[in-house]
């Protein structure tokens, strides 16, 4: 852990280095849109909207899709689960964020900071971002099953934190790189409080404003961090494909996925569902995003 | 009583509401002529001739314009018809013949229907590729 902690710092510095030096000789602009939208189905992208944007976010769950045309794939089921967010942008590279996800009421804070962005003469060949939110489990306290007999506030929290590496290959290519730590300060006595998670996404565009999109984000099972000998029933890898549409305030996605939590950290410590299990275990999901500058 | 005449009131209403909706001229309005400031219509196109930024302006153009404005710039986008006023025939003479400068101020200042995009656009290079590929649409 120490190790890798070393790693992310000395590449963050290393990089901070470059780029103080090279502004130094001759200014190289940033590629231009790495990514069309912030939220790339359920991770963050390196895009943040310039200054003084705010932008409206409703990421969308449908229910198992294998009931089959009785509920049209799901969309029909009950069992959705939705969360509607906020952001804002401080500054060009800066922006924080407030969502409320309708499984657990959970309500979300969150920050994001593009430390640097990949030029176009490759002066900078990736975008590194730093990515941290913390979620208030919103259910009520006197529910027993949940919290226990012993109610605490500090219970209800859980954090995340992720940094992520990325780079805009070609004109229609671009890959993340991400690696992450989940904390949560309540869970079961057979899980661990924390975890971390490593995953790629991407979208490969095919014509002005389509684009492929993909992610798969693993949790990892890490014994020297787990407080438990053997692992029972850990998380599974969240797998999830699906089609991008932007216009100019707007970026629509529709996707196959199999993590219903929306939220990074629901994602990385609960997610059960396995997408090589087939339609028992996918769902549709969609996310709609609306901008206004100010 | 009183229930049903104001049941027979809003019915009135809303039929007669729906039937002026077809006497209302549904034509769209002819731009009012722009003014443009002396800053703008001296201004200088830096980036122009730079063939690198032919595939940048077509993209951008796709993504920000070409809604209201058509593939082919004759205002014929999937959402013209929702404009009150015309959004203009970029293949035009009268159009082709303002200068990038004025073109400049139309496009990223904007007035009334059309938004300012100084913000979504902030880079002078992407809004100089814009201006180029509108060339493009000259007959």
């Given at each position: 852990m120490k190790k890798f902690l070393i790693v992310i710092i000395s590449i963050i510095f290393a990089f901070n280095l470059a780029y103080t030096q090279e502004e130094e000789i001759k200014k190289d602009k940033a590629v231009r849109l790495p990514f069309n939208s912030g939220i790339l189905i359920d991770n963050q992208t390196c895009e943040i909207p310039t200054a003084k944007t705010l932008e409206m976010l409703i990421q969308h769950r449908f229910g198992k899709m294998d009931n089959g045309i009785k509920d049209i794939w799901g969309i029909y089921s009950p069992g959705a689960n939705i969360r509607i967010g906020f952001n804002y942008s401080i500054l060009d590279n800066l922006m924080?964020?407030?969502?409320?996800?309708?499984?657990?009421?959970?309500?979300?804070?969150?920050?994001?900071?593009?430390?640097?962005?990949?030029?176009?003469?490759?002066?900078?060949?990736?975008?590194?971002?730093?990515?941290?939110?913390?979620?208030?489990?919103g259910r009520e306290k006197e529910?027993?099953?949940?919290?226990?007999?012993?109610?605490?506030?500090s219970n209800r929290l859980s954090y995340f934190g992720q940094l992520i590496v990325g780079r805009k290959f070609t004109d229609w290519l671009s890959i993340q790189l991400t690696?992450?730590?989940?904390?949560?300060?309540?869970?079961?006595?057979?899980?661990?409080?924390?975890?971390?998670?490593?995953g790629i996404n991407g979208r490969a565009r095919f014509s002005p404003q389509s684009s492929l999109i993909f992610q798969y984000d693993v949790p990892l099972k890490?014994?020297?961090?787990?407080?438990?000998?053997?692992?029972?029933?850990?998380?599974?890898?969240?797998?999830?494909?699906?089609?991008e549409i932007s216009t100019s305030t707007h970026a629509f996605q529709i996707y196959i996925t199999t993590a219903d939590g929306i939220l990074?950290?629901?994602i990385y410590m609960f997610n059960r569902n396995d997408w090589t299990k087939g339609f028992s275990n996918l769902?549709?999901?969609?996310?709609?995003?609306?901008?206004?500058?100010? | 009583m009183k229930k049903k005449s104001l049941l027979l009131i809003t019915?009135?209403?809303?039929?007669g509401l729906f039937l002026?909706?077809?006497?209302?001229?549904?034509?769209?309005?002819?731009?009012?002529?722009?003014?443009?400031?002396?800053?703008?219509?001296?201004?200088?196109?830096?980036?122009?001739?730079?063939?690198?930024?032919?595939?940048?302006?077509?993209m951008l153009y796709a993504k920000h314009c070409k809604s209201c404005h058509g593939n082919r710039g004759l205002g014929d986008g999937p959402m013209a018809k929702n404009l009150e006023t015309f959004s203009g025939n970029f293949s035009s003479e009268e159009f082709q013949n303002q200068s990038d400068g004025v073109l400049f101020y139309k496009s990223f200042i904007g007035r009334d229907e059309m938004p300012n995009y100084e913000k979504k656009i902030p880079d002078d290079e992407d809004r100089w590729a814009i201006i180029n590929f509108l060339r493009t649409f000259k007959k």
């Open positions: 924080i964020g407030y969502g409320l996800t309708g499984r657990k009421m959970q309500s979300d804070f969150q920050v994001k900071w593009n430390i640097v962005q990949q030029t176009r003469k490759n002066t900078i060949p990736v975008a590194v971002t730093l990515y941290g939110n913390m979620a208030i489990d529910n027993e099953g949940i919290w226990g007999v012993n109610y605490k506030f690696s992450s730590f989940t904390h949560y300060n309540l869970v079961d006595s057979i899980s661990d409080h924390d975890k971390i998670g490593i890490i014994k020297k961090i787990s407080e438990h000998h053997e692992f029972i029933n850990p998380s599974k890898p969240n797998f999830a494909i699906g089609l990074a950290q629901e769902m549709f999901g969609f996310t709609i995003t609306r901008l206004w500058s100010f | 019915t009135v209403v809303i039929t002026i909706s077809w006497m209302v001229p549904q034509e769209q309005k002819k731009p009012t002529p722009w003014e443009v400031p002396e800053k703008y219509k001296k201004m200088e196109n830096t980036y122009k001739d730079d063939a690198s930024l032919n595939k940048v302006g077509k």
